[in-house]
């Protein structure tokens, strides 16, 4: 009997921890998309008019309507991958780290000398390549992590009893340094501070995800094999986090940390220890998330994680800072606006507006969840101190 009951107990916490969190991301993404696409298709029932290629803009508006979903989910995800780390520092530490958008270019150049110090041929057996990818983004995810550790330890723990905005500050700090550091190591190694990853056609291959006949034309529903796997590790990602965190003795740590850190400490937790490793864990999924986002943009500099940054902070914000499957609904949410925002505002405005002002859209939205819900879409879930 006792073995039923505690078996139960695990199947609930499993439940919890994994099925649960990907059934409420699932849920809340498919929502989103809906209502997102149905405001799109109504604003263009209102202002329909010929655009090119001899369509109405309502026609080109469905007919685009599959493969845009497809490519706002996949910048989503990314978006959602970084937020994660924003999301595990806040949620122990409450503070924003800003610094988290250079580990993940770190990250990002780790994977890219790795790649071209292997010198793989284009045509490379898939398999092998699925292979050096994982293996060089675990390489990436190690060097981010501790890269991330160093930084809490000199910058952010000598400062953990101060005013929030002295250790904001040094993360600022912290970033700008990072980003000139790399700068100068590429530019005396390379002689040259961007990098390109190297393409391989067979992650590049388009995979038909289905194919319909809208207005009397066939439209075809693409998606890369890179993206795929960019949307299997994000799921994968999650999916650990949340049984990590919710799940794991680590876990109950971070959360009794993250909760009331003296009290932790009185009942024999090592606080400096769990906020290491929440670093860690941070830092890791960080340099991981660089080298997907490496494999799909191909080329990559100093500065390249300073707008995803923003863009994965403002994700963790509309989804709930501190809410892991929050941080991937916001990744997910904005993902798919600005897709829609780049494909379509240049029809909508005549031309006006083309998708470079799709940027606006993420401070937009910064903005306004701030001022109207700055709990974001599923809550904040953050220790409430007197």
Do not use: C
Not at 167 to 182: R, Y
Not at 225 to 241: A, D, R, Y
Not at 344 to 371: C, H, P, R, V
């Amino acid at each position: 009997m006792t073995f039923g009951v505690t078996g139960q107990v695990r199947w609930v916490r499993l439940y919890r921890a994994v099925v649960y969190p990907l059934v409420q991301l699932a849920v809340w993404s498919a929502a989103s998309l809906v209502v997102i696409a149905a405001a799109t298709l109504g604003l263009a029932v209102v202002f329909n008019r010929p655009v090119a290629g001899g369509l109405t803009l309502v026609e080109f508006v469905v007919r685009t309507l599959p493969q845009v979903a497809i490519d706002g989910l996949t910048i989503g995800f990314l978006y959602a991958m970084i937020a994660l780390g924003y999301t595990m520092v806040y949620g122990v530490l409450q503070f924003i780290n800003f610094a988290h958008s250079e580990i993940f270019m770190v990250g990002a150049f780790v994977g890219v000398e790795i790649m071209l110090l292997l010198n793989l041929p284009p045509d490379h057996p898939m398999q092998g390549l699925l292979l050096v990818i994982v293996l060089t983004t675990l390489a990436a995810a190690a060097a981010s992590g501790l890269l991330a550790v160093g930084i809490e330890r000199v910058a952010y723990r000598p400062l953990r009893g101060a005013p929030r905005l002295v250790p904001l500050i040094s993360a600022i700090g912290v970033s700008f340094f990072l980003q000139d550091a790399v700068r100068a190591l590429e530019g005396l190694i390379n002689n040259a501070f961007f990098r390109n990853y190297p393409s391989f056609p067979a992650l590049n291959e388009p995979l038909t995800l289905a194919s319909l006949t809208l207005f009397g034309e066939p439209v075809t529903v693409q998606m890369q094999t890179k993206i795929i796997l960019i949307i299997i590790v994000s799921l994968g990602m999650l999916t650990g986090l949340n049984y990590l965190v919710n799940a794991t003795r680590l876990g109950r740590a971070i959360r009794a940390v993250a909760q009331d850190q003296p009290t932790a400490a009185l009942l024999g937790v090592n606080v400096d220890r769990i906020i290491m490793l929440t670093f860690l864990i941070g830092g890791a999924l960080g340099g991981a998330t660089g080298v997907l986002f490496g494999i799909r943009v191909g080329r990559i500099d100093p500065y390249v994680g300073f707008i995803p940054g923003i863009k994965a902070f403002t994700a963790a914000v509309l989804g709930g800072i501190g809410n892991i499957t929050g941080a991937m609904l916001g990744g997910l949410v904005l993902g798919i606006l600005e897709a829609f925002a780049g494909a379509y505002l240049s029809q909508f405005t005549g031309g006006a507006f083309g998708s470079e002002y799709k940027d606006i859209f993420a401070f937009a939205i910064l903005i306004l969840i701030l001022i109207f819900r700055p709990t974001g879409l599923l809550g904040e879930v953050v220790a409430q101190r007197a």
